[in-house]
């Protein structure tokens, strides 16, 4: 496989009898511009975020096997991976989960990947595409095991990504789902701000257990597992935990820094409402019920999606 090799997207053709070679790409969009806009902002934050924290933090990206190495547990447990199975992993950012596999044909997606390969030393064995998880720029049923971590909380459509999994998913195939979680209280509030313009940024939606469970049926898929996740990547990577108040404090105060740096940049309103929006967030986050979710599933026996 080519190094660091994004896919040649011109067409909805299919991938299977298409070659990879170079570092050009046709960026996948979405036709819909519904919450395009809400999206770029999305995008601005998440690319700000790995550029600020992650580029040239070489302790960070190491620590981070240790991270995945937990969730591919897990994955074991429900998917015997063979040497030829296809694995492809959704939103997987530079040093996401398919990195650290061992086993399978891998491939990552994500609508960044041409500011990550410029930035990261990625994966060299890993075929890497630039694209939307709403429009998959590959044929049905062509992975065994499609991956997607805290991810769908960024698309423009959650449904609509989850439906494309599904359609490239093999029918004994095994999706992987992670989802960070909120409790009850933390959900609505989030809801509220971000209906009225304030929410956070990175994340367009947040979701509790039967939010994505309404959405993986939906979507054609039937959950097989549910399990409690380890936290969020940038504690775990730190040496921290989630659940600890202190850190939690440190880490949303840095958070915010960031936040507010963004927000001055587009003027005193926008500041405003960033302020106050992380003044409500900060009091009302419950840590011990907001915290990453694993989701198994397969596809629905008469799945049609």
């Not at 959650?158 to 209280?185: C, W």
Request: proline share 3%; hydrophobic share 40%; charged share 25%.
């Amino acid at each position: 496989m080519a190094k660091n090799a994004l896919l040649q997207r011109t067409s909805k053709t299919s991938v299977g009898s298409r070659q990879t070679a170079g570092r050009s790409c046709t960026q996948i969009e979405n036709s819909d511009s519904k919450g395009a806009r809400r999206f770029e902002l999305a995008q601005v934050w998440e690319k700000d975020f790995w550029a600020n924290v992650w580029t040239d933090d070489r302790a960070r990206q190491t620590k981070a096997r240790s991270y995945w190495e937990h969730y591919i547990a897990v994955l074991k447990e429900y998917a015997r991976l063979k040497t030829d199975d296809r694995v492809l992993d959704v939103g997987c950012g530079p040093f996401g989960m398919i990195s650290y596999l061992a086993q399978g044909q891998r491939f990552g997606l994500d609508s960044l990947m041409h500011f990550y390969l410029a930035s990261f030393d990625m994966e060299k064995e890993v075929t890497w595409a630039s694209g939307g998880a709403e429009s998959l720029p590959f044929d049905d049923a062509f992975f065994d095991v499609v991956i997607c971590t805290n991810t769908i909380d960024h698309t423009r459509v959650p449904q609509r990504a989850l439906a494309e999994m599904n359609r490239v998913l093999k029918s004994d195939g095994v999706l992987f789902l992670t989802v960070h979680i909120y409790s009850r209280r933390v959900r609505t509030v989030k809801a509220f701000l971000e209906r009225v313009g304030w929410g956070d940024p990175p994340h367009p939606y947040s979701f509790n257990v039967p939010d994505v469970k309404r959405l993986l049926s939906e979507s054609g898929f039937k959950l097989t597992g549910l399990r409690h996740g380890i936290g969020n990547l940038d504690f775990w990577v730190g040496g921290e935990k989630t659940g600890d108040p202190k850190t939690f404090v440190s880490r949303t105060r840095d958070y915010g820094n960031r936040a507010v740096a963004i927000g001055r940049s587009k003027g005193a309103r926008v500041l405003f409402k960033t302020l106050v929006r992380f003044a409500l967030l900060f009091l009302l986050m419950d840590t011990q019920r907001s915290a990453d979710t694993i989701f198994l599933a397969r596809k629905k026996a008469s799945a049609s999606v």
